[in-house]
C-alpha cells in the first residue's frame, strides 16, 4: 500500500474520530459564571392539554437540563389571567413557569432579599396578585401568588407572597426584611413554605388554624378589619370585628415559658385568661365581645408566644422587628376549649361570658390526692420487682458462662484424643501431610487474585508513564471486554444522546427498545422460533461442509 | 512464593528500565469520543442473539476459529503426537 493511501486512511480516522466527539461535548460542566441562568430549550402541547418543558440551568459550576410537565388546567388563554407555575426541578431548585399557552417563559426561581424593603400588602392590593400554582410538591391544591415581579431577565424578584390551601384565601404576605440571609429565603421556597421567611409586616386571614411562633422584641396585634373567607366584612371600621351570623368563636392561646405578664389593652379581656398547667395561658373571646373591641394587644417584650387563630374571622396583625416561622393546620391542637357555657364551639352570646367554676369543690382535691399515694406506692413496687428480676438475670449470666467453659475444656481433650487415634480421620500425621501438601502448593502457585493484581498495577502503571503510546493496548483490552460482556440474551436497541456539535442543541434523546418484547405476540414467537431452527440448520450444515473441506485439503496435501 | 517473586523481580526491573519515561495521556475527549464510539457499536451487537440463537453463536463461533486454521491445528497435533515415541507417528 502506497504511502499516499496511508495517508489518506489516517485523514480519514480521524475525521471520524472528532466527528464523534460532540458527544463528550453534552456532558461537559461549563462555567456560566456566577450570574445562575435558566433557559426554556423548548415546550410541547401534550394531547391532554398539558405541557411538556425542557429547560437548561446554568449555574454556577454547572449546567442541568431538566423536564417538567404542567398539567393543563394550569393554563389560561385568557389574558387577564396570568399563572404561574412553581416547581422544584430534579437537581432540587425551584424554578417557575409562567403558563401561558401563547409565551410560556421559565424563571429560576432566586429570591433576592435586600433590593425591595417596607412592602406592605393591604386588602385591596390583593386582588392584584397573580397566581403561582405550586406544582410537584405536594400534588395539592395550593398556590402562591406574587406582588411585583422584578425581572432583570434572568433573575425573578418577587416582592410578596399569597399563600392559599384548598382554594381558600388563607394568604400570608410580606417582604423580606435587609437584614435576612438568602440562604434563608432560598430554603423557605424550597421546602414548599415560608418557614425562614424574615417577615417584617405580615397580614393573615382565612379558615385555617395558623400557629405562629414569634420571637419578638415587641409584638402587638393590630386588630382592624375583618374577612371571612372572600368576603370582605367590615361592620366597626376600626375593630376586630366579625360577622354577627358567624357561629365560630374567636380562640387565641397565647402561651409563655418565661413569666407571664401580658397587658392588654381592654381590661375586659382578662377575665378570659386562663393558667394552663402553670405555664401558658388561654385566652377566649366571644364573637360578640370582640365586635366592641378597639384597642390592640401588647404583650411583654423578649417572651416567646404561640397564637393559635382557629376562627374563621383572622384579622390583620402587624408585627415588627421579629424572626417568624410559619407553621400550618394540624399543629396545634386546639384540646383546651373550655369557658364556653354555650356548649362546645358554639356562639357564645353578650360579653357576659363567664370562666366556668370547678364544680366539684375540695372533692376534686382528694381524688387527686388518693390518686397520688396509689400511683407513688405501686411504682415502689415496680421498682422493687425490677430489681429483683435484674439480680436473676445477673445469676442466670454467670451459670451460662460456667457451663461454656466447661463444654470448651470438654471438646479440647476430645481433638486431643482424635489426633492420637490412627483410625480417626483427624489424626496427626495425616493433618502432617496435608500441611506440606499445601506448603508445597504455596509455594510454587501463586494465590487466586496475585495474577488479576499484578498484570492491573502493571497496566496502569504502564498507562501512567507511557501515555499515549499505552493508549492503543487499553483500547485492545477494552475492546476485548467489550466483547466477552455481550448479553445475547437480551437483544437492546440503544441510542445515546446525539447533541448538534456547534450549538450543543438536543438532536436525539436516549432512547432503548428491547426486540424480545416484540415475541410477547405468539404469532410472531412462532414464526421467531421456526426463524431460529432454520438459522442453526443453516450454520451447521455450512460448518460440516467446510469442515470437510479443509480435512480433503489437509489430507491431499 | 517462588513464581510471585519472580513475577514481582520483573516488574521491578520493568519498572527501572521504563521509570524514566513519562508521556502525555491521550486527550480526555478523544478517548471519549472513541468510548462513545465503541459503545454505540458494542451496545447494539447484542441485537445478533436475535437473529441467531445465543447458544449456537457460543458453540459455532470456537469451531469455526478452529476449522479456519485448521491447517495450523492439524500440523501443531501432529506435531506433538510425533514426540511421543511409543506411538509410532511419522
Given at each position: 500500500m ?20 460532540p ?10 459564571g456566577?450570574?445562575?441562568?435558566s ?10 392539554g ?42 432540587g ?16 426561581f ?169 405555664v ?25 408566644y ?8 383572622i384579622?390583620s ?18 384540646s ?192 421467531h ?29 | ?15 527501572v ?40 453463536l ?20 501432529i ?12
Amino acid at each position: 500500500m502506497s504511502f499516499k493511501k496511508h495517508f489518506i486512511i489516517l485523514l480519514f480516522i480521524i475525521f471520524l474520530l472528532f466527528g464523534f466527539m460532540p458527544f463528550s461535548y453534552a456532558e461537559t460542566d461549563t462555567d456560566y459564571g456566577i450570574m445562575p441562568i435558566s433557559v426554556l430549550d423548548d415546550y410541547v402541547l401534550n394531547v391532554d392539554g398539558s405541557y411538556t418543558f425542557t429547560y437548561t440551568h446554568h449555574g454556577q459550576n454547572k449546567i442541568y437540563k431538566g423536564e417538567v410537565t404542567i398539567p393543563a388546567n394550569f393554563f389560561d388563554d385568557s389574558s387577564s389571567v396570568q399563572r404561574w407555575a412553581l416547581f422544584i426541578g430534579d437537581d432540587g431548585k425551584p424554578y417557575i413557569v409562567q403558563c401561558s399557552s401563547s409565551y410560556p417563559t421559565l424563571y429560576y426561581f432566586f429570591a433576592t432579599y435586600n433590593t425591595i424593603t417596607g412592602f406592605g400588602v393591604n386588602a385591596s392590593g390583593s386582588t392584584n396578585y397573580a397566581k403561582i400554582y405550586e406544582y410537584g410538591v405536594n400534588g395539592k391544591d395550593e398556590f402562591y401568588s406574587h406582588g411585583d415581579l422584578y425581572d432583570d431577565g434572568y433573575i425573578l424578584y418577587p416582592s410578596g407572597f399569597l399563600y392559599s390551601r384548598n382554594l381558600n384565601v388563607n394568604f400570608v404576605t410580606g417582604s423580606f426584611s435587609s437584614n435576612s440571609k438568602p440562604s434563608d429565603v432560598y430554603n423557605g421556597i424550597k421546602n414548599g413554605s415560608f418557614k425562614t421567611y424574615y417577615i417584617y409586616d405580615v397580614m393573615f386571614r382565612g379558615t385555617s388554624p395558623y400557629l405562629l411562633d414569634i420571637s419578638a422584641s415587641s409584638l402587638s396585634i393590630a386588630l382592624g378589619t375583618a374577612y371571612e373567607g372572600y368576603t370582605y366584612e367590615d361592620d366597626t371600621g376600626n375593630g376586630l370585628s366579625v360577622t354577627n351570623t358567624s357561629v365560630d368563636e374567636f380562640l387565641l392561646d397565647i402561651s409563655d415559658s418565661g413569666a407571664l405578664s401580658h397587658s392588654f389593652g381592654y381590661d375586659g379581656l382578662k377575665k378570659y385568661m386562663k393558667h394552663k398547667d402553670g405555664v401558658g395561658q388561654i385566652l377566649e373571646i366571644p364573637f360578640d365581645y370582640l365586635t366592641s373591641l378597639d384597642n390592640s394587644l401588647s404583650f411583654t417584650s423578649g417572651h416567646q408566644y404561640i397564637v393559635n387563630f382557629t376562627s374563621r374571622c383572622i384579622n390583620s396583625i402587624s408585627i415588627s422587628n421579629f424572626s417568624y416561622k410559619y407553621y400550618d393546620e394540624g399543629n396545634f391542637k386546639t384540646s383546651f376549649l373550655y369557658g364556653s357555657t354555650g356548649g362546645g364551639t358554639g356562639g357564645q352570646t353578650g360579653g357576659n361570658t363567664t370562666t366556668p367554676d370547678d364544680p366539684f369543690g375540695g372533692f376534686t382535691n382528694s381524688v387527686v390526692d388518693s390518686n397520688d399515694r396509689v400511683s407513688n406506692s405501686i411504682k415502689e413496687q415496680t421498682g422493687a420487682i425490677q430489681n429483683q428480676t435484674s439480680k436473676i438475670e445477673e445469676q442466670t449470666n454467670a451459670i451460662e458462662e460456667q457451663t461454656e467453659v466447661n463444654k470448651n475444656i470438654f471438646e479440647r481433650i476430645g481433638d486431643i484424643l482424635n489426633f492420637l487415634n490412627p483410625f480417626s480421620e483427624n489424626f496427626f500425621v495425616y493433618k502432617l501431610i496435608e500441611l506440606l501438601v499445601e506448603a508445597i502448593k504455596s509455594l510454587f502457585i501463586p494465590s487466586d487474585d496475585f495474577f488479576s493484581t499484578y498484570f492491573d498495577e502493571l497496566k496502569s502503571w504502564f498507562s501512567d508513564r507511557l501515555g499515549f503510546l499505552f493508549y492503543p493496548f487499553e483500547l485492545i483490552l477494552d475492546i476485548l471486554n467489550r466483547i466477552l460482556s455481550i448479553n445475547f440474551n437480551e437483544p437492546i436497541f440503544s441510542i445515546p444522546d446525539i447533541n448538534e456539535p456547534f450549538t450543543n442543541s438536543h438532536l436525539i434523546s436516549q432512547t432503548s427498545f428491547n426486540l424480545n418484547s416484540l415475541l410477547d405476540n405468539s404469532i410472531f414467537s412462532t414464526i421467531h422460533s421456526i426463524y431460529l431452527v432454520c438459522v442453526d440448520a443453516f450454520i451447521v450444515f455450512k460448518l460440516v461442509n467446510l469442515a470437510r473441506e479443509k480435512y480433503e485439503e489437509v489430507t491431499t496435501k | 512464593m517462588i513464581l510471585e517473586t519472580l513475577l514481582n523481580i520483573i516488574k521491578v526491573l520493568l519498572q527501572v528500565i521504563f521509570g524514566w519515561i513519562n508521556l502525555p495521556q491521550m486527550p480526555e475527549q478523544l478517548t471519549s469520543s472513541i468510548g462513545t464510539f465503541l459503545s454505540l457499536i458494542f451496545d447494539n451487537l447484542s441485537l445478533l442473539g436475535f437473529f441467531i440463537r445465543p447458544l449456537t453463536l457460543t458453540l459455532t463461533i470456537p469451531i469455526l476459529i478452529i476449522l479456519l486454521n485448521f491447517e495450523q491445528v492439524y500440523k501443531l497435533t501432529i506435531w506433538i503426537l510425533k514426540k511421543i515415541p511409543f506411538l509410532g507417528v511419522h
